[in-house]
């Protein structure tokens, strides 16, 4: 069994001694529970892998593990939620762990912060450990962060069936709204507006053309004076030649 579950870490990237035994350590535990009994070997050895990652803070690639499985996805995170629940590892999952184990550490902040305010605005809420929330959080903060997600996995994990799932997403949509936070799209506007004020700007700041010259009209009297200085200058030059 050990060179089975040596075979698929490698394929799943595993190669940290910590996380192996980990794993041997979850897969002993459930080799003697009745429960995990429904679940082909295969399927137990690599969400055994995947939950001995999780505890470490290390990556996963979900993804990988759920076509090794040999299941569905939501399948995949329902078996994983009830090995959780055998090995007593269910606690609350937190933001931090959620990002790193679906590999999107960038948006943690900003989950954090969505999830913080919604707590505080929302005093009904009764169970605040329930993956939900969390689950919800992250996945808004995602979105707004125009990073392409699974839904379905995050589904999952959030344990919800899939009206409640998506009724608690706009939920947590519009509550990012209020809160002032727009997607990444549409901040691309506010780039639009600087290059719309850089080329007024350029166009401002290029050089007037020189001013044509306009022709002055002489008065008669000026006119006449002239012509007589100009003709009687050229009679002189003549006299002299």
């Keep these: 069994m050990s060179s089975i579950l040596q075979n698929n870490a490698e394929r799943l990237g595993i190669r940290d001694s910590p996380t192996i035994q980990k794993a041997e350590s979850f897969l002993r535990v459930l080799n003697t529970k009745p429960a995990s009994k429904t679940i082909s070997d295969v399927a137990k050895i690599i969400m055994c892998l995947d939950l001995a990652a999780t505890a470490l803070g290390q990556g996963f690639d979900k993804d990988t593990a759920v076509k090794l499985s040999g299941l569905r996805k939501s399948g995949y995170q329902n078996n994983l939620n009830n090995l959780e629940k055998i090995l007593n590892l269910d606690k609350p999952i937190t933001v931090s762990e959620l990002c790193v184990q679906l590999s999107c550490t960038e948006v943690k902040d900003l989950a954090e912060k969505i999830l913080a305010n919604y707590q505080e605005r929302d005093t009904k809420i009764k169970d605040l450990e329930h993956p939900q929330y969390v689950a919800a959080a992250v996945y808004t903060g995602c979105k707004l962060s125009n990073i392409r997600v699974d839904k379905i996995q995050f589904r999952a994990i959030s344990r919800l069936k899939v009206a409640q799932w998506n009724e608690l997403l706009e939920e947590f949509s519009k509550f990012a709204t209020s809160l002032g936070l727009v997607s990444g799209k549409k901040r691309a506007k506010k780039g639009v507006e600087d290059q719309e004020v850089m080329e007024s700007e350029n166009i401002e700041a290029q050089p007037l053309k020189p001013k044509e010259k306009v022709e002055v009209i002489e008065e008669y009297e000026v006119w006449k004076e ?15 030649k």
Excluded: H, K, P, S
Aim: glycine share 0%; net charge negative; charged share 35%.
């Design 226 to 240: 002239r012509i007589l200085q100009e003709a009687t200058a050229e009679i002189l030059r003549n006299e002299i």
